[in-house]
C-alpha cells in the first residue's frame, strides 16, 4: 500500500512570492491535514479537509489556503511569502477515527 | 480544548539503558492517544496508539505506553535503547472530529 506522498520534496522561493505544496492521501483515506513544523516551534496544525470541505482551520493568516480535490489529494498555497514561512510542511491522512499516516513533507525554505 | 505536555524537550541516554519519555495530557472528553517518531529529514511515524481496551500499549520495536486516566498520562517507556532510537518522539490527543494536538517533542539522543 502506497503511504502519503508529498511533491515537491523542497521548493525554494523568495519573499513575496507564492507556493503551491500537493498531497497524496493513502487510498481510501478521505480526510487530509497539513501542519507546519518550524524550527523550535513543534508541529502547528493549518487546516483539515475531508470530503472535499474544509473542516477546521488553525491559527494561520489567511494567506495559507488550500483544497482538497474529488479524488481527494490536497494541495496547500501558501501566498506572499514570508521568511518566517520557512518550515518543512507535513501532510497527513486519516479515515474516520482512525490514527494519521504522514509524509516525508516538503521542506519550504524562503529567501 | 485538548492540550499535552512533553515534560523533557531533551533526553540523553546511554546505550542499553531504559528510557522514559514522559507525557501529559487535558481534556474535557475521552481521548485516543498515540506517540509518534520523526528520524532526521523525515517524516512522522505512527509509533505506538491507544484506542480503547487495555492501557498498556507496545509497539514492535520494544517500546511501550501506558494510559493512566487518574494521572491524565500516556508516558513511553523502554528498557534498553539503541543508538537506532535517537530521533524525536511526539504525544498527540485526539477526541474524535478535531485534528490532532501534538506536544512539542523529546529528543531522544542515544550516547554510544
Known amino acids: 500500500e502506497a503511504g502519503v506522498t508529498q511533491s515537491p520534496t523542497h521548493l525554494i522561493k523568495t519573499r513575496g512570492q507564492q507556493a503551491t505544496l ?8 478521505t480526510s487530509v491535514y497539513w501542519y507546519q513544523q518550524a524550527l523550535g516551534l513543534g508541529l502547528q496544525f493549518l487546516l483539515w479537509y475531508d ?3 474544509e473542516r477546521n482551520r488553525g491559527n494561520f493568516p489567511p494567506r495559507f489556503s488550500g483544497r482538497q ?9 501558501v501566498n506572499a511569502l514570508e ?6 510542511y507535513l501532510c ?5 477515527n482512525q490514527p494519521q499516516h504522514f509524509g516525508d513533507g516538503t521542506r519550504l525554505s524562503i529567501l | ?8 524537550s531533551q533526553v540523553p541516554v546511554f546505550e542499553e539503558a531504559p528510557v522514559e519519555l514522559r507525557c501529559n495530557y487535558s481534556s474535557s472528553v475521552s481521548v485516543y492517544l498515540f506517540w509518534y517518531v520523526q528520524y532526521p529529514n523525515q517524516g512522522l511515524q505512527l509509533l505506538l496508539k491507544y484506542l480503547s481496551g487495555s492501557t498498556l500499549v507496545e509497539s514492535i520495536n520494544g517500546f511501550e505506553a501506558e494510559f493512566n486516566k487518574s494521572q ?9 535503547v539503541h543508538i537506532s532510537d535517537t530521533a524525536e518522539y511526539f504525544c498527540a ?3 474524535g472530529n478535531t485534528p490532532l494536538v501534538f506536544g512539542k517533542g523529546t529528543r531522544l539522543s542515544v550516547i554510544a
Open chain 1, 22 to 29: 500537493r498531497c497524496s492521501p493513502i487510498s481510501g483515506h
Open chain 2, 72 to 80: 491524565t498520562s500516556f508516558h513511553l517507556r523502554k528498557p534498553s
Open chain 2, 1 to 8: 480544548a485538548q492540550s499535552v505536555t512533553q515534560l523533557d
Open chain 1, 83 to 88: 521568511l518566517e514561512d520557512s518550515a518543512l
Open chain 1, 51 to 53: 470530503e472535499g470541505e
Open chain 2, 93 to 95: 490527543v485526539y477526541s
Open chain 1, 92 to 96: 497527513a491522512s486519516s479515515s474516520f
Open chain 1, 69 to 77: 480535490f474529488p479524488n481527494y489529494s490536497s494541495e496547500l498555497n
